[in-house]
């Protein structure tokens, strides 16, 4: 027998299997057959593309490319139209779970926000802020307060207010 090249991984593992075998390191090997067996093709059920896998012929890979049956025209559309129903069913089935789990319920409707509604009526009247004005003066002279005077008039921001602004403020 002859030495085996060093970059040569199938003597590599020959040399190996033959130590398992034997018992004993550096006992001889019993002779085996030279060319291994190719492996078996994978093929990934998910891809519609088929991989490839290296064959081993000797020192040369081959690779081969694994060929699916063909399927006809009419499977095809019925392929087609099965997968999105069974997605439908999938959905439905789901829900069916999460409201039997009692994480969602049938029955319940969700609650909506209710808006504000500030009291503007008869109870008001308009007020024109001059030079000199603020907020709290404003508050002052009509006997409320700043909070009163922001919730008449909600589209001021802050207490800043500039001369010439009409300000919704209390009737005294």
Not at 16 to 27: F, P, Q
Not at 35 to 53: E, H
Request: charged share 20%; aromatic share 2%.
């Amino acid at each position: 027998m002859r030495a085996p090249a060093a970059g040569d991984p199938d003597a590599a593992l020959r040399r190996l299997a033959s130590m398992g075998a034997s018992g004993a390191v550096g006992s001889p090997a019993p002779e085996e057959d030279p060319s291994p067996l190719p492996p078996t093709p994978a093929v990934d059920p998910f891809t519609a593309a088929p991989r490839t896998a290296p064959r081993s012929t000797g020192g040369a890979v081959r690779v081969s490319r694994v060929r699916l049956p063909a399927v006809s025209r009419s499977d095809r559309l019925v392929a087609r139209i099965a997968a999105p129903v069974v997605f439908l069913i999938a959905v439905i089935a789901l829900l069916g779970i999460v409201v039997d789990s009692g994480v969602l319920s049938a029955d319940e409707v969700a609650p909506t926000p209710t808006p504000t509604v500030t009291r503007t009526g008869a109870a008001t009247k308009k007020y024109v802020v001059r030079q000199g004005d603020s907020l709290s003066s404003i508050a002052a002279r009509f006997d409320t307060t700043t909070t009163r005077l922001k919730e008449l008039n909600p589209d001021l921001s802050g207490t800043t207010v500039v001369v010439g602004q009409k300000l919704r403020v209390p009737v005294q």
